[in-house]
C-alpha cells in the first residue's frame, strides 16, 4: 500500500499515475445552502461506521478511497450527487442512473435531506435492534438479567427421553390439568353411590354413660354416687318421596358422562399441544442444522471480501453487504436456538416438569 504525501490518497501500489490534487472540502460548498453542509456532515458521520476510507476534494467532487475509488460525492445546488462504484449489482429504487467504468458498475444516487443519508442505514439498525430484542428476551427465559449483554452461545440437542412415547406418557401421568380433571372423574363417580345410598334404610345408633358422685365432707352425714348407661337405635327407611332418588341419581350419571368427556377433552388438547411442541422442535433442529452451514458459508464469504477490501480489490460495500448477511445468518440460528428453548420450556410444563 502506498499513501501520496500530498492529497493523502491510498493506492495498491507505489508511484502510480494519477491526478493530484489537493483542495479544500469547504471551498465546494461556496455559495451552497447551509442544509448541504449538514448533510455530507451527517453522510460522514454514517460512512465512519465503515472504516477505512480516506476521502480528498478535487476540482468539482469529493472522492472517497481505499485503495481505489469507490464513492464520489458532488454537491449540486440542492442535493448530494453520489456515484458508488461496485462490481456487484444493487437492486433499489433510489438509483437515479447507472454505467459502466471499466469492471466496475457505477451507480448515481441522489440525496437532499438527513433522511435520504439515514434510510441506508436504516437496515442495520433493524438487526441491531432485532438483536437487542432478542437478547432480552433470551434473558428473560433464562431468568438472566434483561439488561445484561453477552455473546449468545446456545448448544442444543434433542435429548434421549425426548421421544415422542415416553414424552407422551409422562405427559397423561403428571399434567396437573389431566390428573384434576381425573381426581373430578372419581368425585363425580363417589357422587352415584351416594345417590344410591338414599335407597337404603336409614340406621342410627347412640350410646349414653353417666356417673354422678355427691360428698359433704363437713356433716359427713350421706353420700350420693349415681352410675348409668343408655343405649339406643333407630331405623329410617323412606318409602316415598316424590322421585328425589331416582332423579338425583340420574343426574349424578350424567355429571359423570360430563367428567368423562371434560377428562378426554382435556387429556386430547394437551397431547396434542404435546405432539405439536415435539414436531416444532424437530423442525428446528432441522433447521438449525440447515442454517449452522448456511453460517459457514458466510462466515467463509465475509473473510474472503474482507481480504479483497484489504487488497483493494473489493469496496467497503461489497463488506458491508457480506457482513450484513453474515449478521443476518446469525441472527437467524440464535432465534432458532431461542425458539428451541422457549418450545422446551412449553414441554417440560405439559410434562408437569417445575421450572426451577
Not at 353411590?193 to 335407597?199: D, F, H, I, V
Not at 337404603?200 to 356417673?211: C, D, H, T
Not at 359423570?256 to 394437551?270: M, R, S
Not at 452451514?293 to 461489497?318: I, K, S, V, W
Request: include cysteine; glycine fraction near 4%.
Amino acid at each position: 500500500m502506498w499513501t501520496c504525501e500530498n492529497c493523502d490518497r491510498i493506492f495498491t501500489s507505489s508511484n502510480q499515475c494519477y491526478i493530484c490534487i489537493k483542495k479544500d472540502i469547504g471551498n465546494l460548498f461556496v455559495d451552497k445552502p447551509d442544509e448541504l453542509v449538514l448533510l455530507f456532515d451527517t453522510l460522514i458521520t454514517t460512512l465512519k461506521k465503515w472504516q477505512p476510507n480516506v476521502y480528498n476534494a478535487f476540482v468539482y467532487t469529493i472522492v472517497f478511497t481505499n485503495a481505489k475509488t469507490w464513492l464520489v460525492v458532488k454537491p449540486m445546488k440542492t442535493a448530494l450527487d453520489l456515484k458508488i462504484y461496485n462490481d456487484t449489482f444493487i437492486d433499489s429504487e433510489r438509483i437515479k442512473a447507472q454505467s459502466k467504468y471499466a469492471n466496475k458498475i457505477v451507480y448515481h444516487f441522489r440525496i437532499s435531506s438527513e433522511k435520504d443519508a439515514d434510510q441506508e442505514t436504516s437496515s442495520l439498525d433493524d438487526i441491531s435492534l432485532v438483536k437487542s430484542n432478542l437478547t432480552i428476551e433470551l434473558n428473560r427465559t433464562t431468568s438472566i438479567e434483561s439488561a445484561a449483554s453477552y455473546r449468545i452461545n446456545v448448544n442444543y440437542t434433542l435429548s434421549k427421553n425426548m421421544e415422542a412415547t415416553n414424552v407422551i406418557e409422562q405427559v397423561k401421568s403428571n399434567n396437573p390439568a389431566i390428573q384434576l380433571a381425573k381426581q373430578g372423574l372419581v368425585l363425580a363417580n363417589n357422587q352415584i353411590g351416594l345417590a344410591r345410598s338414599e335407597y337404603l334404610p336409614n340406621m342410627k345408633l347412640f350410646a349414653n354413660y353417666g356417673y354422678f358422685n355427691q360428698r359433704n365432707d363437713i356433716q359427713q352425714l350421706a353420700e350420693i354416687q349415681n352410675l348409668g348407661f343408655v343405649l339406643g337405635g333407630s331405623l329410617r327407611l323412606n318409602v316415598f318421596n316424590g322421585g328425589k332418588n331416582r332423579k338425583d341419581v340420574f343426574n349424578a350419571k350424567i355429571n359423570l358422562e360430563k367428567q368423562e368427556l371434560t377428562v378426554n377433552d382435556t387429556e386430547e388438547q394437551i397431547v396434542t399441544a404435546a405432539y405439536q411442541e415435539l414436531n416444532s422442535l424437530n423442525i428446528l433442529e432441522k433447521q438449525l442444522v440447515r442454517e449452522t452451514t448456511n453460517l459457514a458459508t458466510f462466515q467463509e464469504t465475509f473473510n474472503r471480501t474482507q481480504d479483497r477490501y484489504y487488497n483493494g480489490q473489493a469496496t467497503n460495500l461489497d463488506l458491508r453487504d457480506t457482513q450484513t448477511a453474515l449478521l443476518y445468518a446469525k441472527i437467524a440460528i440464535n432465534d432458532i436456538k431461542l425458539k428451541i428453548i422457549q418450545s422446551t420450556i412449553r414441554l417440560n410444563s405439559l410434562k408437569g416438569v417445575v421450572l426451577e
